[in-house]
Every structure is written in C-alpha cells, then in structure tokens.
C-alpha cells in the first residue's frame, strides 16, 4: 500500500468527484518522489504525456539483430553521394546524427541544395517491431540535458548515424535555387 508525506508529489485515480464543498476521494497509483527533487519537472513531464523511457525487450532485440554496414546489393538503383561535400546539422552534443545538407554551385548560377535523411527504412520493415514501436512513439523527444528517442540506440548512433566517412544509405532531396533563394526544380533521390 502506497503512503505519501505532505511535500511528496504522487499520482492518485480519483475515485469520487467533489460535490459542492467536499474534495474528491481517490486512490494512490504512483509515487513520484519529494516535489524538490532535482528531475521532478522532467518526471512530471515524461508521466504527464506517457513518455516511455525505455524501449520494450523485443524492441531492443530486433535492432540489435540489424547488420551494420551497407550491402553491396542495397546500392543497386541508388545515387553515389560519397564525393558530395555534405555537413550534419545536429547540433554539437547531438549523438543522433540523421540529417544532413549539401549546397552547390551550378553552371548556369543557381545553386543546388541537398537535404540528406538518414534512411531507417531500408533497416527496419514496415509493420516489424521497431517500426510499431516507432510510429507509437512518432519523434523524439529533446529536453536540456537528454533525449527520449524514437529509435533504439542502435539504429540511432550506431546503424543510422551519418558519421563522417562511414558509407550510409539516405532519402536524399536535391533543390535547384535562382540566385535569390527561389526554387526552379527539385529531384528526389
């Protein structure tokens, strides 16, 4: 049975709405701990919007199962970025490195801006575990200091991660711009 002391913060079903002058009776569900408690907001928040912090045994069993690496066979139909410039735009303590961008300049003076998304699905297939999961989850989750994510670990450091001369596969978007930022024609690939 769940006890509290008065400055403790706790989760209660209401079993009986007040009427008129009488406060609602409920029943204790969870303690979540004293109200000055240092991550108390960060509680709060992740049991407010059911926030899961940790990824069903399944869930981290299939993406552990997932290669590394890019096969050979998936680069068939694919388009070799390798020699393209391109630049993360996570920021410095992001571990979760997924997009990236690309500018270049064309002969006829426009400029032709590449977007470069890490591409999850070769690696996890529509309906399996991790994309249940994932789709339940629908993005991560950024605080001040950590990351409630949308993808294990593995796929989201290690399997996914665009690091710097480590072959990847992406969804990649190519945007011709005029010289003043219009767009004039895109392709994705």
């Keep these: 049975r769940l006890q509290v002391r008065r400055?403790?913060?706790a989760v209660a079903a209401i079993t009986r709405y007040a009427l008129t002058q009488e406060h609602p009776y409920g029943r204790l569900v969870e303690v979540l701990g004293?109200?000055?408690a240092?991550?108390?907001e960060l509680r709060l928040i992740l049991r407010k919007y059911g926030l899961p912090t940790a990824f069903p045994p399944e869930v981290e069993a299939a993406a552990e199962t997932i290669a590394p690496g890019v096969p050979p066979a998936a680069l068939v139909d694919r388009h070799d970025l390798r020699s393209l410039l391109t630049f993360t735009i996570d920021g410095e303590t992001a571990r979760d490195f997924d997009d990236a961008v690309s500018l270049e300049s064309l002969p006829n003076g426009h400029m032709?801006?590449?977007v470069h998304i890490a591409d999850v699905s070769f690696y996890v297939p529509e309906g399996s575990a991790i994309d249940r999961?994932?789709?339940?989850?629908?993005?991560s989750v950024y605080f001040p200091d950590r990351v409630i994510p949308m993808l294990p670990a593995r796929l989201a450091t290690e399997v996914c991660c665009l690091q710097p001369d480590v072959d990847r596969l992406t969804l990649s978007?190519?945007?011709?711009?005029?010289g003043h930022g219009y767009p004039v024609r895109?392709?994705?690939v």
């Design 112 to 114: 032709r801006l590449g």
């Design 34 to 36: 004293t109200a000055d």
């Design 173 to 178: 978007v190519f945007i011709e711009l005029t």
């Design 38 to 40: 240092p991550d108390m």
């Design 186 to 188: 895109y392709d994705i």
């Design 7 to 9: 400055g403790t913060i």
């Design 133 to 139: 999961e994932a789709a339940q989850r629908g993005t």
